[in-house]
Each structure stands twice: as structure tokens, then as C-alpha cells.
């Protein structure tokens, strides 16, 4: 890919009713983001985990299963940036109030490490006030493979 590539900006959408069921087709939606952006098999797994978590949590906590209520992804890229959003229909919550899933009393439980995992995966993960949308952020290239375009 040539730099000039990098600055172009790229979006991809993705609309899924609120059943898991439907999960399976974050996969599918990736796979068209890794062959455009030619995303290395480390980011796009790295990827496919967190947006996979991230819609997961948007169909179960935010909407509550009803499949009225739909689950959106947009992935932008540009200037060598991967920003993905995930927002769903529901109230929102406040993601300060999650337990810390490596305190000991929380190392057992079944879910919760969710946001944990997004949070190690990508270069950034923020929220917006209501709670209903998060906003994750990966670098499409390292600083080596710069290195490697520049010269």
C-alpha cells in the first residue's frame, strides 16, 4: 500500500438486529475491513476479539436481546488509524462502574473482563456520555513497518 493510501480516508458499516445470532456476522464484516486496508493477521484478530466483545455487549447489556433494536458498527480508517465505533439502542452505562476483573474476588466470575480485553487490544478505548457507544482506536501499521515505507 502506498502512503498516499494512508491519508485517504475509508469508512465500512455494519447494521445488525439485536440476537446473537447475529454475532457471527462481525467476522464476516471484518474479513472485508482486513482485505481493503490490508490489516496483518495480528490486528485482525486482535480486531475480530474486541468488535466481536463489543457488539456482544451491545446486543445482551445494552439492548437487552430485543431484536427490534439494532446493533451499528462503523470502522473508519485514515491515515494509518483504525477507529472503530460500536453504539447500540439502549440506555447506556457508565463504564467506570465496572469491577476490575483482576481483583481476587472477581477472578472466578464468568463475565466481566470484557471491556478488560478491549482495553489491552487496542491503542484506545473511550466511551461517549450515555454510556451507548464505544470508541476504539488501533494503529494499522507499527513504527517498524514505517520505518520500512520511508526508505
Partial sequence: MTASAHLKKHTFR???ASEPENIHRVETFLRK???AERLSNEKYHRLLVVVTEAVNNSITH?????PA???HVVCTTQKGVLTVKVRDEGEGFDPRALPDPLHPENLL???GRGVFL???MMDSVSYNETGNE????LRMRNEREDERTRR
Fill in 14 to 16: 455494519m447494521t445488525i
Fill in 33 to 35: 475491513v482486513k482485505k
Fill in 62 to 66: 445494552g439492548n437487552k436481546r430485543n
Fill in 69 to 71: 433494536h439494532k446493533v
Fill in 109 to 111: 466470575r464468568e463475565s
Fill in 118 to 120: 478491549m482495553k489491552q
Fill in 134 to 137: 464505544v470508541t476504539m482506536t
